[in-house]
């Protein structure tokens, strides 16, 4: 079992603290992703289990072996790096098989196993060239080659996909996720891409400032945050915001516009309340009569219309699947599905529960 623990775990430089006992239970076989915002301290989190930071405070664990005192090469790790990493004047086989040879590994095994990883990878015609004869996609392959030839325990991917272009990106996306599940080994992923972890991970880790916001499933995560910034970072378009007080079984805005509550919410003692409003794009609906709303924006992306409307003194998104033909300044009215807005605190954050 190749699970990771992270416990506790504290990181300083000097007397600055960018990361704040951070718990996370990676179980056996998992991909996970670490996402947030730059600077939240993700990919610090994943240098601290490649050993390439040190840990200031806590324990990482891996397989149930504690690591912290154990050098990089020694915790049967592989990292793919943002930049590829990749050795110039080396060809694709000899950078595939650098470690092996490090290592003084056979050289029938070297052969065996880069041969493999070639065929899984589709580099096989390119073995014999140098990086600067490949495209990125193929310079990706080969990085993600070099770590799979050798076998290990965890894999750790460092943003592997932001120097490609948008189109590639998501075939590379989709070619990482087969693999991970082809050959079932624990991955720890960061990107700051909310798209790439929704749609690669069994698990989410989401992190503000050094402190992890929220852990699960991505749609639990997308159907139940856990705080305002959490629903406001996954999604995209991202979720829409209300101020406004409870009152009526109903949330007011300063309008005096009223925004439907939850079944569940409407029939708690919450009048008086002032709370943050939060519906999604997809859950707003543009109807004959409803909540009227000023036309800012028609953006129409192909599959969907995404209109920007004003009401209640904040900017809304509308996504729908029909063809909305609307100029800007064009009063429109619109629905919401009560039963899928979110109520949140407004000094906390915290989502109130239903």
């Known amino acids: ?96 098989s650098f470690a092996l040879r490090l290592a003084r590994t056979a050289r029938v095994e070297i052969d065996k196993r880069v041969e493999r990883a070639a065929e899984i990878l589709g580099l096989g015609q390119l073995l014999d060239r140098s990086p600067r004869q490949l495209s990125g996609g193929q310079r990706q392959r080969v990085a993600m080659g070099r770590a799979l030839v050798r076998n290990p325990q965890v894999f750790l991917f460092d943003e592997p996909l932001s120097n490609l272009d948008a189109k590639l990106r998501v075939q590379m996306r989709a070619e990482i996720k087969e693999l991970q599940q082809r050959l079932k080994t624990t991955t720890v992923y960061v990107t700051h891409d909310q798209i790439e972890a929704m749609t690669m991970a069994d698990k989410i880790v989401i992190m503000r400032n050094g402190y992890v916001e929220q852990t699960g499933a991505p749609l639990d995560l997308y159907d139940h945050p856990a ?27 300063a309008d005096g516009l009223r925004w439907p509550l939850p079944e569940s919410f409407a029939a708690q003692p919450l009048s ?75 000094e906390s954050g915290k989502r109130l529960a239903a």
């Open 227 to 253: 705080n305002q910034f959490v629903a406001g970072f996954l999604g995209s378009p991202s979720m829409n915001f209300l101020d406004g007080e409870i009152a009526e079984g109903a949330m007011i805005a």
């Open 272 to 346: 008086g309340r002032k709370v943050v409003y939060g519906i999604r794009p997809e859950h707003i609906t543009i109807t004959e009569a409803g909540i009227p709303a000023r036309v800012q924006l028609v953006e129409p992306t192909g599959s969907e219309t995404q209109v920007v409307l004003q009401a209640s003194g904040s900017t809304l998104i509308a996504a729908s699947r029909e063809r909305i033909i609307a100029q800007p300044g064009t009063i429109l009215h619109i629905m919401v599905d009560p039963a899928r807005a979110h109520l949140f605190d407004p």
């Open 1 to 96: 079992m190749t699970a990771v623990a992270i416990r506790g775990v504290r990181k300083l430089f000097g007397q600055i603290e960018v990361l704040h006992s951070v718990d996370v239970e990676i179980d056996d076989g998992d991909f996970v992703i670490l996402v947030g915002p730059s600077g939240c301290g993700k990919t610090t989190l994943l240098r601290m289990i490649a050993g390439l930071e040190d840990v200031s405070h806590g324990e990482i664990l891996i397989g149930g072996r504690r690591v912290n005192d154990i050098a990089p090469k020694a915790r049967d790790v592989a990292m793919v790096f943002q930049n590829y990493a990749l050795y110039p004047h080396m060809t694709v086989r000899q950078n595939m």
